[in-house]
């Protein structure tokens, strides 16, 4: 027992000494660890001082040199004010040879300009004077402040930069000037100062400095500082600052390392010595206790690798958490997450994942458990800010062990522009690839780098056989090297070209196509792409032949229409007043027809009217045009005419061939006649529409005169002639004697039944004759030019009920008939404006309405003059459309907003068994229409059968008697249930 107590002893120190040794060997390292960090930071907080004191000693320098370079440009500034001052009353001339004279000392003054009474009198240089000399300074309210600062101080005023009168800017000194010799202000001297010129010199005289500097100034009307000359990126570098002394305001420099502050970063000699000495320590220690070394070391990597953890964790770019992986409770937060999320670190600690995550909470957790078991380590999730936003974040989550914690590191990313550009361009990519359209991309020396699918199946030429390749492969012939050099000038002049072309696929077929061109260049201007895009218009191209055909061709028979004659007229004009032969003009219109129609129906007179153009064909010479212009008349064009031997008889020929008996199906004989006015070119007249009116009135004098026979024209038709110019005469008092009133007639919704709109019909109350419509004197209007006078009264009067009815609120539009002429009239744009100026009415619910004739004759101002009207936001309308040239190329080429389907198109649809031909012609019309976005308007309608037929064809609004007759304002403001007054 006597030894076993010091044997429990020495077991007791045995243990002591062990446990001493682990708190030795812990010490040791956590002193060695403190020692070589404060070494570490030591060594960097005196290599940051030394790179202070540089900066400042830089920023000291370009202060120095800033205020002596300013103070000797302010010195010569002040000596041209002190001349001013002593010699109050020069000139020009003598303001510029003394200032040209301080302007030679330094390149650093751009000018002067001297202003007495706050007008700028005096500048220099002399090419200053028109852009600037009289100039007021209260014209210029940026600078006036400035102005006025030197007025009211006896000490330079720098203000700046300044946007220059003259252009540019500049940095501007001002000193007030005082009259010596009556000791009252004179005025003010600007010294313009080049800012480059001046703070560059300043920065790069003398020494260089290895020191990146800015400039800013303070105005004593400011808050805060604004940048004068320098690099301003230094301003969010953390930089070093010393006041500069300059008149007037704040100024500072501020100033960083060229390359920025140096960070924290290790010495290995720090390192090394440390370790050294901890070994030798250590060793030490290992000589009194070898067993506690490797346990002592193991705790020191253990704590050395924690601080480096947590050092990383704090300081790094990235936002950083960690997280319970049970609860996802957030248990830490580095610097970059905080600032990420705009949460404190106590805010954030207290929170959960869920708090910011917007995911739902079985989605969150089992995200969480796929980290904690490694099954998936990044995650695509929206993660909601303090301030409200919503990002797209990548999170790297990671498991880890602290003692016995389990937990997860996560790494946060912000990608919300990356997936948005990555979004971006898969859409981009799926609209080339999937469009219909055809697209070719070229290098800038035209060979082909890609193709879309829709150039493949358009083409039939796949990417692989292309590549490389020109688009010359596409070439049809049809064009030639005139057309492509024009192409390619306008997409050099302006980067772009549209328009239709004719191209050849790969089996050879030539197909017509809606093909444009744009140029993609690089930040120098060079092009480095050219990219088409192209479509088919091949069943365009044949719906616009049918639609032509069928405006230019009478349905029924087969003939020429009144367009198409019209046309050969006017050819035939031109052709023969070359050869000096004559035209003659027969117009046909059949006696008995209507009879015959009557009382068999219209089947029958169909039928009698296609064997009457058969008959009357075959009377026809080589060169002549037989016409129908509509119901029972034709025409006959005689394009080889000598005397009137051969119009009598062909006339004759006609009379007899109408005159033999007509045997129809179904039993039915029928007997007409046929009555022939005839006129002649140039006989007669030169005018196509004379022409075709004088044979109109010589066929009336032939029914007058017994019918069943012809008459030319003479002079004794021109006794409407006469009654034309009083008309004129009459025409021209009609608006200031208050003669004038606009009927209107409802437009309506054909799905609603609701009225939509107004056309205004214009009347004219006739003192003699009573209530005239536009067809009795509009073309006399239209010949005598008093259709401009009579146009504005239209629009003003239009408008102002257009105001009234808004305003007692019934929202519709109104349409007003505009002639050929006004399209002519280069200040017709103009009226409207100031129609729509004075009554303050909605431009937008104003509709023009314009023939389509209209558009063909007047080509040349009819595009400017709607262009115009649409930006200031009027509609334009097509009216009558189907009986005039119904292209779709002018559709496409002026901005037209509606079609008004002419009554004669909807005449014939009437019946329980509608026209098919008519039907045909309407319903391609509204799918015309429609495919250009233009919206459709069906005049004439009388019937609710033809509104069904017009309403399941698709067509949006109609007009006609069916709703209600033209009327007075009051009466249609009844109709709309507002107030009239």
């Excluded at 772009?496 to 050849?504: D, F, L, S, T």
């Amino acid at each position: 027992m006597q030894q076993a107590v010091p044997s429990a002893l020495d077991k007791v120190a045995r243990r002591s000494a062990r446990v001493g040794f682990v708190y030795n060997v812990l010490i040791s390292i956590m002193v060695f660890a403190f020692s070589v960090v404060s070494v570490e930071f030591w060594l960097y907080q005196q290599a940051h001082d030394q790179e202070v004191k540089e900066v400042q000693r830089a920023l000291l320098a370009y202060r120095s040199r800033i205020e002596l370079k300013v103070t000797q440009n302010l010195d010569l500034s002040h000596g041209l004010a002190t001349y001013i001052s002593l010699n109050p009353d020069l000139d020009q001339e003598d303001f510029s040879q003394f200032a040209g004279q301080l302007q030679d000392k330094t390149p650093y003054i751009l000018n002067f300009g001297a202003a007495r009474n706050w007008v700028i009198s005096h500048v220099y240089p002399n090419t200053l004077e028109t852009s600037v000399l009289g100039t007021h300074y209260h014209d210029i309210p940026e600078q006036l402040e400035s102005v006025r600062a030197a007025y009211g101080s006896r000490q330079p005023v720098i203000s700046g930069p300044v946007e220059l009168i003259q252009g540019g800017t500049a940095l501007i000194a001002r000193q007030s000037i005082v009259n010596q010799n009556t000791g009252l202000p004179w005025g003010v001297l600007s010294t313009v100062l080049d800012i480059d010129g001046l703070f560059s010199a300043s920065f790069k005289q003398g020494e260089n400095y290895p020191v990146r500097a800015v400039l800013q100034e303070k105005r004593e009307s400011e808050s805060v500082f604004t940048t004068v000359y320098g690099d301003t990126s230094v301003l969010s570098q953390s930089p070093e600052t010393v006041t500069v002394n300059l008149p007037s305001g704040d100024w500072r420099l501020l100033g960083v390392p060229q390359s920025g502050w140096k960070g924290l970063h290790p010495h290995p000699t720090v390192w090394v010595v440390g370790t050294i000495i901890l070994l030798f320590w250590l060793g030490g220690l290992y000589g009194r206790y070898n067993a506690g070394r490797s346990f002592a070391q193991s705790i020191g990597r253990v704590v050395d690798d924690s601080y480096r953890f947590r050092s990383i964790f704090k300081r790094h770019d990235a936002a950083m958490m960690l997280l319970d992986a049970k609860t996802g409770d957030i248990l830490d937060a580095n610097d970059s997450a905080q600032q990420f999320y705009g949460y404190d670190h106590a805010a954030l600690t207290s929170m959960q994942i869920s708090d910011i995550n917007t995911q739902t909470d079985s989605v969150l957790r089992e995200s969480l458990s796929q980290a904690q078991q490694r099954a998936k380590n990044c995650f695509i999730f929206s993660h909601r800010l303090k301030s409200g936003e919503v990002r797209q974040v990548e999170v790297h989550s990671s498991p880890i062990t602290i003692g016995h914690a389990k937990l997860l590191f996560s790494v946060i990313h912000d990608v919300s522009e990356r997936l948005e550009v990555e979004r971006k361009l898969m859409l981009n990519a799926k609209i080339f690839e999937q469009s219909s359209e055809g697209v070719l991309i070229t290098d800038a020396a035209g060979r082909i780098v890609t193709v879309n699918g829709g150039f493949s199946a358009i083409t039939g030429y796949k990417e692989e056989e292309v590549l490389g390749a020109t688009p010359a492969i596409l070439n049809s012939g049809r064009h030639d090297h005139a057309f492509f050099s024009e192409m390619w000038q306008q997409i050099a002049d302006e980067g772009r070209w549209k328009g239709e072309i004719w191209n050849r696929r790969k089996d050879g077929v030539v197909y017509p196509q809606l093909l444009s061109i744009s140029v993609v260049k690089d930040e120098s201007g060079e092009a480095v792409n050219y990219i088409g895009v192209f479509s088919d218009i091949t069943k365009l191209k044949d719906s616009e032949k049918k639609l032509i055909d069928l405006a230019h061709y009478d349905a029924l028979t087969g003939l020429p229409n009144r367009l198409l004659l019209t046309s050969r007229v006017r050819q035939a004009m031109n052709m023969q007043s070359v050869q000096r032969n004559q035209i003659a003009l027969m117009f046909l219109d059949l006696d008995q027809f209507k009879f015959v129609n009557d009382s068999h129906g219209h089947a029958v007179g169909d039928a009698l009217l296609k064997l009457v153009s058969e008959r009357l064909h075959g009377l026809l010479d080589e060169g002549d045009t037989l016409a129908r212009l509509g119901g029972d008349e034709f025409v006959i064009l005689r394009l080889i005419h000598t005397d009137d031997t051969a119009c009598i008889r062909l006339s004759e020929n006609v009379i007899h061939a109408m005159n033999r008996l007509f045997v129809l199906d179904g039993g039915i004989d029928a007997q007409i006649g046929v009555s022939i006015g005839i006129a002649q070119y140039p006989d007669d007249t030169s005018s196509t529409e004379e022409l075709l009116t004088f044979a109109d009135s010589a066929m009336y004098h032939a029914k007058k005169s017994g019918r069943n026979t012809y008459a030319f024209y003479d002079d004794a038709l021109t006794i409407d002639a006469n009654h034309k110019l009083r008309l004129a005469v009459e025409l021209r008092q009609c608006v200031q004697n208050e003669e004038l009133e606009l009927f209107y007639q409802p437009q309506v919704d054909l799905m609603t039944g609701l009225i939509v709109g107004v056309e205004a019909l214009l009347r004219w109350h006739h003192p003699e004759r009573g209530l005239l419509s536009p067809i009795d004197f509009i073309e006399v209007a239209e010949e005598r030019s008093i259709i401009h006078d009579i146009t504005r009264w239209v629009v003003e009067t239009g408008c102002r009920q257009l105001k009234a009815w808004h305003d007692a609120g019934a929202p519709i539009s109104m349409a007003v008939n505009i002639s050929p002429r006004n399209l002519a009239d280069v200040t017709f744009t103009q009226v409207v404006a100031e129609a729509i100026a004075r009554t303050g009415a909605d431009p937008r619910f104003l509709e023009l309405e314009i023939t389509e004739n209209t558009l063909i004759e007047n080509q040349a101002n009819a595009l400017r003059v709607l262009e115009k009207l649409r930006e200031k936001g009027v509609g334009i309308a097509i009216d009558d459309f189907g009986t005039g040239y119904s292209s779709m190329a002018y559709l496409k080429r002026y901005p037209i907003s509606k079609l008004k389907i002419d009554r004669h198109f909807i005449k014939d649809i009437q019946s329980q068994s509608p026209d098919e031909e008519e039907v045909a012609i309407v319903s391609a019309m509204i799918a015309m229409a429609d495919s250009l976005g233009i919206g459709v308007v069906a005049e004439g309608i009388e019937t609710l059968h033809q509104q069904a037929i017009l309403h399941e064809l698709g067509c949006t609004f109609g007009q006609g008697y069916l709703y209600r007759r033209p009327a007075p304002a009051a009466d249609i403001g009844e109709l709309l249930g507002v107030d009239n007054d």
